[in-house]
């Protein structure tokens, strides 16, 4: 039975009631300028395993904890280095995850064992209201299913989550369209854990050194730890097989009609030159636009399944800057097969 209900982050009375169902201990989908987030109270074990149960979520897969403000997340923390204060005035509030050395006040399963903990200071004004109507630290990892597309509106989440949570707090389509930047400044350089809004070059801008973590855009082995959301277990995917793919779209094309290939997820540009050959054609952006190409991803990928397609070849994005993240998150959907369409096998 559906009992999750529909709130509106324009009226000021459901965002009072959505604080008070996270007060309770309950379970609510909030928008942010990312994704939404199934929000429960972080310093409330209870209530954050509520989490894992409802997302069938590893218990392995750390959260992130949403916050105010840098001073709000003092509590939660050992220290702020000066980096840390100077990446929070330069994106906070924002689409940047910060990781610090986490106080004894964080619980062990926010953390997943880890001695860090994941902070963000959001955007969206309906996630700020929230945030100060309830006066807590909100876990918040995506509203969806583990391993499914994240929900970039509030439909998204009923689809995966209705039943299973408390409440979605609607405030409309996500604007950024993939999770956080994510960036450690617990190991001895400052390291891109997992990228976001927040391009590579933005944060060299403000820290100077950064390193770029292998699993960002490699599979993580078994027996490694994930040190941020995203990084490790199958991510993003929809229930369609797909493979990303390099080439012209004549080479594409080709290579879709040797492996009966159903769909291709393409660029704008492509839509116009269809070849004659039965499969679905979906576009997520223009080829040289990445931050329109996240700002629709999830919803393309959520559509596939909707097809009933099966098999969907996906044309690469650019693999620079914001490019980056709408790749990595590609790379996690389709379980890092990668093919070049021009070569042979």
Same mark, same amino acid.
């Given at each position: ?15 009072t ?10 379970l609510?989908a909030i928008?942010?300028?990312t994704?939404?987030?199934?929000a ?26 949403h ?5 709000e ?5 050992k220290h702020?280095?000066?980096q840390?204060r100077?990446?929070?005035e330069?994106?906070w509030?924002?689409?940047? $995850? ?6 004894a006040?964080v619980?062990e ?9 994941a902070?963000r200071?959001? *955007? ?36 995966d989550?209705a039943?299973?949570i ?9 604007g950024v369209g993939?999770?956080? $930047?994510?960036v ?5 350089v400052?390291t891109?854990l997992?990228?976001?809004g927040?391009?590579?070059?933005q944060?060299?801008?403000?820290l ?10 490699r ?8 040190? *941020? ?13 797909? $493979? ?10 080709r ?6 290939i ?23 952006g223009?080829a ?6 996240a700002?629709q ?9 909707k097809?009933?397609?099966?098999n969907?070849?996906?044309?690469c ?9 709408v790749?990595?998150?590609l790379?996690?959907?389709s379980?890092f ?9």
């Amino acid at each position: 039975m559906n009992d999750t209900k529909l709130l509106f982050a324009a009226q000021p009375g459901d965002i009072t009631f959505a604080a008070e169902l996270l007060q309770a201990g309950k379970l609510v989908a909030i928008p942010t300028e990312t994704v939404y987030g199934l929000a429960a109270n972080a310093l409330d074990p209870a209530a954050v395993a509520k989490i894992f149960t409802a997302k069938g979520r590893p218990q392995d897969n750390p959260l992130i904890v949403h916050v105010l403000s840098l001073e709000e997340a003092a509590p939660l923390v050992k220290h702020i280095p000066p980096q840390a204060r100077q990446l929070a005035e330069a994106f906070w509030p924002g689409p940047l $995850t910060i990781v610090l050395k986490k106080s004894a006040l964080v619980p062990e399963i926010v953390s997943a064992g880890l001695g860090t903990v994941a902070l963000r200071s959001p *955007s969206h004004p309906a996630a700020r209201a929230l945030l100060q109507a309830c006066g807590l630290p909100l876990a918040a990892p995506s509203a969806n299913r583990s391993g499914s597309p994240s929900p970039t509106s509030a439909q998204h989440v009923l689809d995966d989550m209705a039943g299973r949570i408390a409440a979605v707090l609607d405030g409309g389509s996500c604007g950024v369209g993939v999770e956080s $930047t994510v960036v450690t400044l617990a190991a001895s350089v400052p390291t891109l854990l997992r990228p976001g809004g927040i391009s590579p070059s933005q944060l060299r801008a403000v820290l100077g050194e950064l390193d770029i973590a292998q699993g960002v855009t490699r599979e993580l082995a078994a027996d490694e730890q994930a040190h *941020s959301p995203g990084m490790k277990h199958k991510h993003y995917a929809p229930k369609a097989k797909l $493979t990303l793919v390099h080439g012209t779209l004549e080479h594409i094309m080709r290579y879709a009609q040797a492996n009966k290939i159903d769909g291709l997820l393409c660029f704008d540009e492509d839509i116009s030159q269809q070849f004659a050959f039965d499969c679905t054609w979906l576009s997520y952006g223009p080829a040289g636009d990445p931050a329109e190409q996240a700002r629709q991803l999830f919803a393309k990928l959520r559509e596939i399944d909707k097809l009933g397609l099966r098999n969907v070849l996906v044309r690469c994005p650019m693999k620079d800057d914001l490019g980056l993240a709408v790749y990595n998150r590609l790379l996690r959907a389709s379980e890092f097969r990668e093919v070049n369409a021009g070569v042979s096998e």
